[in-house]
């Protein structure tokens, strides 16, 4: 496989046998140097290799088992090889994973990497599409910029669990959509009472018009206020607003806020019928005035990058 390696740490491919107990395969980054580790149960090797990798340039990498010797090749010409001891149990029958593991599972050491794979092949074959993918997005050549790239095949990340929307409220983001249609933001559970943002055709949900185009490469400031019973929706420097119903003040349940997307079991009233995943960027997310780590959110689900956005 060819690897390009952005950090210096985080786990590049796991795999496991089939009962516990059995042998785990794992190539890992380690202070930029690239180990591989075959534990065989009873008893471990391990190669390290001499340079460091994380210097965000290709390199292919080997990893290879004859007999009773395994080895890690680096671009054809740094190899290192050792000898299995005797009674190696080396049988991998579990499921391949490639830049992180499940939370299920406990590795030591098992943050994902952050770079990219291309190119997989195990015993000459192609690995082919993965069975499932979480957090993995297309790789780009250019340098990332700050914020979270949702890559249109479908995801979501949590970003908070105490919005009451009961109260008044204020949410403000910075976007930069590459398709003009998607749900951007989410919150709440009941039909009565909830919150969503998305695009359609260029318009947000509250039949607001841009005056230009927002899928034109540029970041634009979407605010969001409640007070009472008014909605105002700011893109930029223009603004519309809504009157809905006046409620009382109550406190309310605390509800969780989805970008990109929503779980499958959370119905989003008043959705255009076959609306579009979104496609594009997020930054700069506040939520009453409270700024959110969009690189650490309290969850990923599906193909969302939150390393970075790309240049577009």
Known sequence: MAIRINSSDGLVLYAAGGSHGGAVMSLSVTDGHLLLLLDGGKRKTSLRSRKKYNDEQWHTVFVKREGEKISLIVDGINSQSKRLPGGHRTRLTG?????????????????????????????????????????????????LQPGAYFSGQGGRVTIDESLVLGRDLEIQLEVRPVLDSGLLLHAG????????????????????????????????????????????????AASEHSV?????????????????????????????????????????????????????????????????????
Request: hydrophobic share 30%.
């Open 189 to 236: 559970t009941s039909p009565d009472q909830h919150l969503s943002l998305y695009l359609s055709q260029g318009e947000f949900s509250t039949s607001f018009t841009p005056e230009e185009p927002l899928c034109n490469g540029r970041w634009h400031t979407i605010r969001v206020v409640k007070t009472n019973n008014v909605l105002q929706l700011h893109v930029d």
């Open 95 to 143: 499921p391949l994973y490639v830049g992180g593991v499940p939370a299920s599972l406990t590795v030591p050491g098992s943050g994902g990497f952050v770079g990219c794979v291309r190119d997989l092949t195990l015993n000459e074959a192609p690995a082919g599409n993965p069975a499932h993918s979480q957090g993995a997005v297309p790789c780009f050549q250019n340098p």
């Open 244 to 312: 809905g119903p006046k409620h009382s003040r109550s406190a309310g349940a605390k509800e969780s806020v989805y970008l990109g997307g929503v779980p499958g079991g959370v119905t989003v009233p008043g959705l255009p019928v076959g609306l579009p995943a979104f496609h594009g960027c997020v930054r700069s997310t506040t939520i009453n005035h409270r700024p959110l780590m969009l690189s650490k959110p309290l969850g990923v689900h599906g193909a969302v990058g939150t390393q970075g956005c790309p240049h577009m």
